[in-house]
């Protein structure tokens, strides 16, 4: 599912920050455009006015946006749900009416609002019928460092490029220092710093010039080699740089590192799907454990959580059943332990994918296609938890 672009006009920061909560909550990526709807790229999908303070500037502004974007989709929301106010924003062109529920929220505007969304995915889905495929964004988070996902998202990436002969770029957001130039074995002359600051020139032709590519027809925008940047000052633009490349790729891949900030929060409200890489160890588990509840806490839309379990072998002294049981997801993939083959290509730059006989190699394949739908899904078994005391 391509992602929707929302704006929110309201004066008040901390209603803004709420709805935006409870726009991403609902399993359907958006993007939060900042500053005026409308201002960015191709506008918004959905906007949502605040008419709770002054209800008659909140109804001029509906006006506006319907003039100035028919097809959008443009949910108010007031103070109480008064028939003549109802009445007034149709009228105005509101599609939807919601009655404000403070900062605790209720169930009941929160599924009122979900279905929204998921009815204005599904008419723009539906618009956009017969066009270019939606852009689906793979977002790979590792348990903890070393454990697997630079190594997983750049074969993934590499395979998705290679089967199905569609733009593909992969995009490393590593905090401190991103490596996937490097398991590439390319020399990248600009990087996603490059990009974000240069967001108001980011057209097709100018991003030729900031990717480097590999000879698997992948586009790299590989990671910042700033220590301190991107940082939380530049998830708005890494918001902005991830629907921009949207409009451009049919995939997107991200290398987020093994850390949930700023940046990584962005990537993971645009992703389709996010795989947590773990290891079949206690402390992976225990942190894959807190990173599955952190998303659950930012609203991220835990349901897009798979999880891949990486380095099996025969040895295990978990078994894959207490670990489903311990995470509360079912295990989407495992690729198998073999590290003398991974890091003979780490240090040739020539990723897995490429090359022919190992098992691993045959595991990326296997898994990519599963993605692009030439394999069947395997089954998830029931979710629950509770496993060596990790609760």
């Known amino acids: 599912m391509a992602q929707l672009?929302?704006?929110?006009?309201?004066?008040?920061?901390?209603?803004?920050?709420?709805?935006?909560?409870?726009?991403?909550?609902?399993?359907?990526?958006?993007?939060?455009?900042?500053?005026?709807?409308?201002?960015s790229g191709a506008g918004p999908d959905i906007v949502v006015v605040d008419l709770r303070a002054d209800a008659s500037s909140g109804m001029a502004a509906i006006e506006r946006l319907r003039a100035s974007h028919p097809?959008?989709?443009?949910?108010?929301?007031?103070?109480?749900?008064?028939?003549?106010?109802?009445?007034?924003?149709m009228r105005a062109g509101a599609n939807e009416f919601f009655p404000y529920a403070g900062t605790g929220g209720s169930r009941a505007m929160e599924e009122s609002l979900h279905g929204a969304v998921r009815r204005t995915a599904t008419r723009r889905d539906a618009a956009h019928a017969g066009a270019r495929q939606p852009c689906?964004?793979?977002?790979?988070?590792?348990?903890?460092?070393g454990a697997g996902a630079t190594t997983v998202s750049v074969n993934c990436a590499v395979e998705l490029a290679r089967l199905t002969k569609r733009p593909t770029t992969i995009v490393d957001l590593k905090q401190c220092l991103g490596e996937v130039a490097l398991f590439l074995g390319v020399r990248p002359r600009f990087t996603v710093l490059d990009a974000i600051e240069n967001l108001h020139r980011l057209d097709k032709d100018f991003l030729k010039e900031l990717v480097s590519k590999h000879k698997s027809g992948l586009d790299i925008l590989a990671g910042s080699e700033q220590f301190d940047r991107p940082n939380s000052q530049d998830s708005g633009a890494i918001e902005e740089l991830l629907r921009v490349l949207g409009r451009m790729y049919d995939y997107i891949v991200i290398d987020?590192?093994?850390?949930?900030?700023?940046?990584?929060?962005?990537?993971?409200?645009?992703?389709?799907?996010v795989f947590l890489v773990t290891n079949p160890d206690v402390p992976s588990i225990r942190n894959a454990q807190r990173l599955v509840d952190r998303v659950r806490q930012l609203g991220a839309g835990s349901e897009r959580i798979?999880?891949?379990?990486?380095?099996t072998s025969d040895q295990l002294l978990i078994a894959p059943k207490q670990i489903e049981t311990a995470l509360g997801y079912g295990i989407h993939h495992s690729f198998s332990s073999d590290y003398r083959t991974v890091s003979t290509a780490l240090n040739s730059g020539v990723p897995?994918?490429?090359?022919?006989?190992?098992?691993?190699?045959?595991?990326?394949?296997?898994?990519?296609?599963?993605?692009?739908?030439?394999?069947?899904?395997?089954?998830?078994?029931?979710?629950?938890?509770?496993?060596?005391?990790?609760?």
């Open 5 to 39: 672009a929302a704006s929110i006009v309201s004066h008040d920061d901390e209603f803004k920050r709420q709805i935006s909560q409870l726009l991403r909550a609902g399993g359907v990526p958006i993007g939060i455009i900042e500053g005026r709807a409308g201002d």
């Open 71 to 89: 097809s959008v989709a443009i949910f108010a929301i007031a103070m109480t749900a008064e028939p003549d106010l109802i009445l007034q924003a």
């Open 136 to 145: 689906v964004t793979y977002v790979f988070l590792g348990a903890k460092g």
């Open 256 to 273: 987020a590192g093994n850390t949930i900030n700023a940046i990584v929060v962005s990537a993971l409200y645009a992703a389709d799907t």
């Open 306 to 311: 798979k999880i891949l379990l990486n380095r």
């Open 352 to 391: 897995l994918a490429l090359t022919n006989g190992s098992e691993l190699s045959t595991e990326f394949s296997k898994f990519t296609r599963l993605l692009i739908g030439q394999g069947d899904e395997p089954k998830e078994p029931e979710k629950r938890r509770a496993f060596l005391g990790l609760l």
